[in-house]
């Protein structure tokens, strides 16, 4: 199943505060900045989530700029569950069989396994730029479905940077789907294949527009204006003055692409 119906699936399956977890079943291995509990996968396999997990903590604090104002060590490390197999982590919830990670922000939870596919270059990196970028902003901000699911793409390397080719053709194919259509938009499970897969490319390639092309300076203060909890659209034209509304944004942003 493509990694974008992932992703939407565990959009709706993000909180995790009523699964409860004997102690007794766990082995722990801490860090400096992570938690990590385990059951019978191999230690190597342990071992490489901790390094990996501490080297994204850097990177994705680093490619949205983020100056943290606190860190993840002693009670505030965040804590990465991870299941035997698919079996063992579809008993946490009524997630679709396909799914292979879940994080619940406002815990600093991530719960997968290892089998997941794409475990260290997407599903690690994604989940932990959910965390990070909501802890930025805070919980009382407003913003988009296809903003927060594109900040979150941008930590994965691959989607960051097919995202553009998929758009390009969605356009010559009359197939695109403007920023007030994402905007508007309710995800659902009806939604087809093909519309879901085309969502999470756009959003990945305009918060990829936004960052890379507009500048990283902006998209901090962006980032901090949100934790007011204004709307979305406001804020955003108050940091980037030259966009007017969010069909000057969609413009510019399809301009660049058919460049």
């Known amino acids: 199943m493509n990694r974008a119906i992932l992703l939407f699936i565990l959009y709706f399956a993000m909180n995790s505060t009523c699964v409860a977890h004997a102690e007794d079943e766990w082995k722990e291995r801490k860090g400096n900045h992570f938690?990590?509990?385990?059951?019978?996968?191999?230690?190597?396999?342990?071992?490489?989530?901790?390094e990996m997990a501490g080297y994204y903590y850097q990177e994705i604090t680093g490619n949205m700029g983020f100056t943290r104002y606190k860190n993840w060590t002693w009670d505030e490390r965040a804590k990465i569950y991870i299941y035997d197999n698919t079996e063992d982590f579809q008993q946490i919830g009524e997630y679709a069989?396909?799914?292979?990670?879940?994080a619940s922000s406002r815990e600093r939870v991530i719960r997968s396994?290892?089998?997941?596919?794409?475990?260290?270059?997407?599903?690690?990196?994604?989940?932990?730029?959910?965390?990070?970028?909501?802890?930025?902003?805070?919980?009382?901000?407003?913003?988009?479905?296809w903003f927060e699911e594109g900040v979150a793409m941008y930590q994965e390397?691959?989607?960051?940077?097919?995202?553009?080719?998929?758009?390009?053709q969605a356009i010559k194919d009359g197939r695109f789907m403007s920023l007030n259509d994402m905007t508007v938009m309710e995800l659902?499970?009806?939604?087809?294949?093909?519309?879901?897969?085309?969502?999470?490319?756009?959003?990945?390639?305009?918060?990829?527009?936004?960052?890379?092309?507009?500048?990283q300076q902006r998209f901090i203060n962006l980032c901090r204006k949100l934790q007011a909890g204004d709307p979305f659209e406001w804020v955003f034209t108050s940091v980037y003055v030259r966009f007017k509304d969010l069909d000057a944004l969609n413009k510019a942003w399809v301009e660049y692409l058919q460049k």
């Open 35 to 50: 938690i990590i509990y385990y059951k019978n996968a191999p230690l190597d396999f342990i071992q490489s989530v901790e």
């Open 188 to 215: 659902s499970g009806r939604m087809n294949t093909e519309t879901i897969q085309l969502f999470y490319a756009e959003s990945a390639s305009i918060v990829n527009y936004i960052i890379d092309e507009l500048g």
């Open 97 to 102: 069989k396909w799914s292979e990670g879940v």
């Open 113 to 145: 396994f290892p089998a997941a596919h794409g475990f260290f270059d997407s599903t690690l990196p994604h989940e932990m730029g959910h965390i990070i970028f909501r802890e930025f902003v805070g919980f009382k901000a407003k913003i988009p479905i």
């Open 157 to 168: 390397k691959a989607r960051r940077w097919g995202a553009n080719d998929a758009v390009r």
